[in-house]
């Protein structure tokens, strides 16, 4: 099955600056993967996701990068504010077959932005 | 519209004892999930179900059961629960060719 690896497990930046959380995934037949932020006490909640046809997406603040061939995909987060602490997970799925139905996520990245 | 909905929220129970916690979704979802959460491990898939009627082993399914009978209704029980199966557990929906998880609130459980 499908393994996913997240680096690193906690990262503090400061108020204002960039935060790059990095993930590898094992099967190259995977295609989709999604980001979740978990606020201390919450639901995860989907923030960005990129498909395998897509190097790059961007939404305000936050972008994600995959690299098929690599097969690995980071988020980048810039301008970090103290409402961007919490913990991040990424996750891969793949677009056919049993594989398609379920989501394998990595173990987080608990972010701390110290003001 | 209340979405994804988890019972009971918090639960403590003694070695040996059995449980269900229900996950009821109001969006006609055909997908629905359990994941547990522990510390440093992350979203852990137990069991999941494809529709009303069928469920599937996950990546952690051993000391669990399910069951689907109705669709917008997914059940987890714990026959026998053990203290590993302290835990954080979610249940999570969604569309077929919809990748997008939608979680329910979580329901923490402790086995002492």
């Known amino acids: 099955g499908e393994n996913v690896e997240q680096h690193p497990s906690t990262l503090s930046v400061q108020e204002g600056d960039s935060a790059v959380i990095k993930c590898t995934y094992s099967?190259?037949?995977?295609?989709?993967f999604p980001w979740y932020k978990q606020e201390l006490g919450k639901r995860p909640q989907l923030i960005i996701d990129?498909?395998?046809?897509?190097g790059e997406k961007k939404d305000q603040r936050i972008a994600v990068t995959l690299n098929k061939t690599a097969k690995h995909f980071s988020l980048h987060i810039t301008e970090t504010q103290p409402e961007d602490s919490a913990v991040y997970f990424c996750a891969a799925s793949m677009g056919s077959g049993a594989g398609s139905y379920q989501l394998t996520f990595g173990k987080g990245t608990k972010l701390s932005v110290i003001p | 519209n209340a979405g994804v909905t988890q019972t009971p929220k918090f639960r403590v129970l003694k070695t040996g004892q059995s449980m269900t916690l229900l996950c009821a979704q109001d969006?006609?979802?055909?997908?629905m999930y359990w994941y547990r959460q522990d510390p440093g491990m992350g979203l852990r898939l137990i069991h999941y179900?494809?529709?009303?009627?069928?469920?599937a082993k996950g990546e952690v399914p051993d000391g669990y059961n399910v069951s689907r009978l109705k669709k917008q209704n997914f059940l987890l029980g714990l026959e026998s629960a053990a203290p590993s199966q302290t835990s954080v557990y979610f249940c999570?929906?969604?569309?077929?060719?919809?990748?997008?998880?939608?979680f329910g609130a979580g329901s923490r459980l402790t086995v002492l």
């Open positions: 969006m006609n979802h055909e997908y």
């Open positions: 099967d190259s037949a995977s295609n989709y």
């Open positions: 990129i498909r395998s046809n897509v």
């Open positions: 999570a929906s969604r569309v077929p060719g919809a990748n997008v998880l939608t």
């Open positions: 179900s494809v529709g009303e009627g069928t469920t």
